[in-house]
């Protein structure tokens, strides 16, 4: 997908591996985030689920049961890149419950540009976009109805993931607002080609100057 902006915020995201002891439940994170939902937790395989399961605070990371005697852990942090750019908030997540029959059983809270932009597990097996589920704004279908009290966990990967550009080129203001960049750090899809955006200045809004317009500073 085209997008604006250092692809290191999608692709190189850290991850953490702890072990349980049957006791502890606090553990040390590598990296502050704000937020339970600025992370990923697998316990023994199983995503967990943020503010019930876990919470996060700084570099603190705190489990509501101590994880087993031997337990993998591994945490991914979702966030951490997103903090450099005023972002940190922008992931949040949401739950529901299957009932085995409604391929939509719930309704998304924020609307999604794509099935890649969201991750979605079902009592802790993340899914595959496209395959297991798609996305039509706030529309979450799955290809088969989650069966009855399954726990479904949806990440919102946050704005980041909507600053995407249309085949035409064109982006609105809407999309995105960065300033002060140089030259050379922000890139945009012309529809055939990535091409530099000139250096900006504070306080100027990334737009474009209508159809099949090219972004632009303004």
Do not use: C
């Amino acid at each position: 997908m085209a997008y604006i902006g250092r692809d290191v915020q999608y692709g190189a995201l850290e991850k953490q591996d702890l072990t349980g002891d049957g006791s502890t439940t606090v553990y040390t994170l590598n990296y502050a985030v704000s937020t339970s939902a600025s992370l990923i937790v697998s316990v023994g395989g199983v995503i967990q689920e943020p503010d019930t399961a876990y919470t996060a605070d700084g570099t603190v990371l705190t489990f509501t049961t101590a994880p087993m005697n031997n337990d993998n852990i591994y945490v991914v942090f979702m966030g951490k890149e997103l903090l450099n750019v005023a972002m940190r908030d922008a992931i949040s997540f949401q739950t529901g419950t299957g009932d085995g029959v409604n391929v939509t059983p719930i309704t998304m809270s924020v609307s999604a540009p794509s099935a890649h932009s969201i991750m979605v597990m079902l009592n802790g097996v993340t899914q595959v976009p496209d395959a297991d589920y798609s996305v039509s704004g706030t529309t979450l279908t799955f290809s088969t109805a989650p069966a009855n009290g399954v726990a479904i966990l949806v990440y919102h990967l946050g704005y980041a993931a909507n600053i995407g550009v249309p085949g035409n080129g064109t982006v609105s203001a809407e999309k995105i607002s960065i300033s002060g960049q140089a030259q050379g750090d922000i890139m945009y899809y012309n529809g055939s080609a990535w091409v530099l955006l000139p250096t900006g200045t504070a306080g100027q809004v990334l737009t474009s100057g209508g159809a099949g317009a090219n972004p632009s500073w303004a």
